[in-house]
């Protein structure tokens, strides 16, 4: 497990677009991006509620009813579960691990990572599930008080030779008191960039977060307990299906990326852990 901080030209402004929000399951990403008002982007919108959960109402959860289901892109409700008719090859819970100078070099954990892969045939599903607990990241003498970590972007590598990739979030706790968060949009890419609402954007261009067909970058808002009041701990199921072959996949060290951006002016960090990838994948660039 590796805590690395940020650089700040993450930080840059995003450009707005807008997609329609219209329908459920997985969605293609095109090695060629998506074609916008302004240019091309990485990433498909996928529930663009709630100002990326800086309103203290979060967002609108999916709905999942035709006449009504705007807020329904890439998701899949937990009635319809997207791993039917796979086999589960692998799965396991990876400790969220920082140890840097916020925790004054002590590895403190502060959530866990479900991580399993499903296959049917010649095609597999990746998928990530994260729940922070109730923990003080910052032991520092000069913060007080909790300060917990929140994530803003989930990034996967190892995806070189999947061939074309689609994306999907699993409902699983869908209007509970503790419902899964919702996943504002994802793309092909390895740049996260912060939400601004003050700019309404949505959807950045590759100038600012260029393709990039290894990686797949995932932007939702997880935390125990925000500061802007809308705390979601656990996220959705976030999948990643793409062409595979019969070999198991492997553990890739490295391969998931947790990353705190900055929402509410928190410090950059990011934390790093194993993940499953494809058995010829690699975190190279």
């Not at 997207?82 to 403190?108: K, S």
């Not at 729940?131 to 008080?145: F, Q, W």
């Not at 125990?224 to 553990?251: E, F, H, M, Q």
Request: net charge neutral; hydrophobic share 35%.
């Amino acid at each position: 497990m590796n805590t690395t901080p940020l650089t700040s030209s993450l930080l840059v402004s995003l450009l707005i677009t807008s997609t329609p929000l219209l329908a459920t399951g997985f969605v293609n990403l095109p090695a060629t991006g998506f074609t916008v008002k302004d240019g091309i982007t990485a990433y498909v919108g996928c529930n663009l509620t709630g100002n990326f959960g800086m309103n203290p109402n979060g967002s609108t959860p999916p709905t999942f009813a035709p006449a009504n289901g705007a807020n329904n892109f890439c998701a899949i409700p937990s009635i319809n579960p997207p791993m039917t008719g796979y086999q589960q090859t692998a799965t396991t819970v990876r400790n969220l691990v920082m140890n840097n100078a916020y925790t004054l070099r002590q590895a403190i954990t502060i959530g866990t990572v479900t991580d399993t892969v499903w296959r049917k045939d010649k095609q597999c599903i990746y998928g990530a599930k994260i729940r922070l607990t109730n923990v003080d990241y910052d032991r520092r003498p000069v913060s007080p008080g909790f300060q917990y970590f929140e994530i803003n972007d989930v990034v996967r590598g190892g995806f070189n030779t999947s061939g074309k990739l689609a994306i999907a979030y699993h409902y699983t706790t869908l209007g509970s008191a503790g419902s899964d968060d919702v996943l504002y949009r994802a793309g092909l890419t390895y740049t996260s960039m912060v939400f601004q609402p003050n700019s309404q954007a949505r959807r950045p261009l590759t100038n600012k977060a260029p393709l990039n067909p290894n990686w797949v970058d995932f932007t939702t808002d997880i935390n125990y307990r925000d500061d802007d009041g809308s705390s979601v701990k656990d996220s959705p199921w976030l999948l990643i299906k793409g062409s595979c072959t019969s070999t198991a996949p492997k553990n890739l060290a490295g391969a998931l990326l947790f990353r705190q951006m900055g929402q509410e002016e928190q410090p950059l960090i990011e934390l790093s852990t194993d993940a499953y990838a494809p058995s010829e994948g690699s975190i190279a660039p």
